[in-house]
């Protein structure tokens, strides 16, 4: 992590599926299946630091103590629609961790953020979260949903995107600067219409194909 909290994975594999996802010409069961890729990679380092418990475990070989991440230790939430492509890698990383959901859909002209729907696991103000979706752009949908995850009693949260635009790191930074961001990248700008350049599009109607 960086000083400023934001840590970019510049993996040559993670960068790799960035341009697939990227390339306006990748097809929407592609995009599904790298943004799932990308998912479970970003996790895992946005996850480096997660705390572990002793186990004794037996081997075919031998008794020894080795390590688990302990059941409620960590909680995956997922903002709709675009953050369930990332949700998926990081279940299939650690398919014991309960996903929650926030539905954010941005309004076109105000670019606000607003809520249509919020499912949590019980006992989130108990587990680490790491939060996901692909697009940091305004800053606006992430900040709103660390508002909501806060008013649920959650200390700890990670937030993990594909692509942050420093206007969106900058509404982070000021609303939320305790919560440290990993993403693959970060672009240049905003453009007039609140899209991140130069960008991949709108994640959620690429990964959906509503195009
Ligand atoms: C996209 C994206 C983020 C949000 C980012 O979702 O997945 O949630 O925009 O923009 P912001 O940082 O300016 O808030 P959108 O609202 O288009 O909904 P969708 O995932 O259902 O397509
Ligand atoms: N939401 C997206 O899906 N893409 C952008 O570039 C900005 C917000």
Not at 27 to 54: C, K, M, N, Q
Not at 86 to 103: F, K, M, R, T
Not at 114 to 127: C, D, Q, S
Not at 151 to 172: K, N, Q, S, T
Request: aromatic share 4%; net charge negative.
């Amino acid at each position: 992590m960086t000083a400023a909290g934001v840590t970019v994975v510049d993996h040559p594999v993670a960068q790799h599926k960035l341009t697939l996802l990227r390339r306006a010409a990748t097809p929407p069961s592609l995009f599904r299946r790298t943004l799932r890729e990308l998912g479970a990679l970003l996790a895992y380092e946005a996850l480096r630091d997660l705390p572990v418990a002793a186990v004794r475990i037996e081997t075919p070989v031998a008794e020894m103590d080795a390590s688990e991440i302990a059941q409620g230790t960590l909680a995956v939430v997922s903002i709709l629609r675009a953050g369930n492509g990332l949700a998926d890698g990081v279940s299939d990383l650690l398919p014991d961790a309960p996903v929650g959901h926030i539905g954010l859909r941005r309004d076109e002209a105000t670019l606000k953020p607003e809520r249509y729907y919020l499912n949590l696991p019980r006992g989130i103000g108990r587990a680490r979260v790491l939060l996901v979706d692909p697009m940091l752009a305004t800053g606006g949908s992430a900040a709103d949903a660390i508002d909501q995850l806060r008013a649920a009693g959650v200390r700890e949260i990670r937030f993990v995107c594909v692509l942050a635009a420093p206007e969106g790191l900058a509404h982070m930074a000021e609303r939320h600067p305790d919560v440290p961001v990993v993403t693959a990248a970060i672009d240049s700008r905003l453009n007039e219409v609140g899209y991140i350049v130069p960008g991949l599009g709108d994640a959620g109607d690429r990964l959906y194909g509503t195009v």
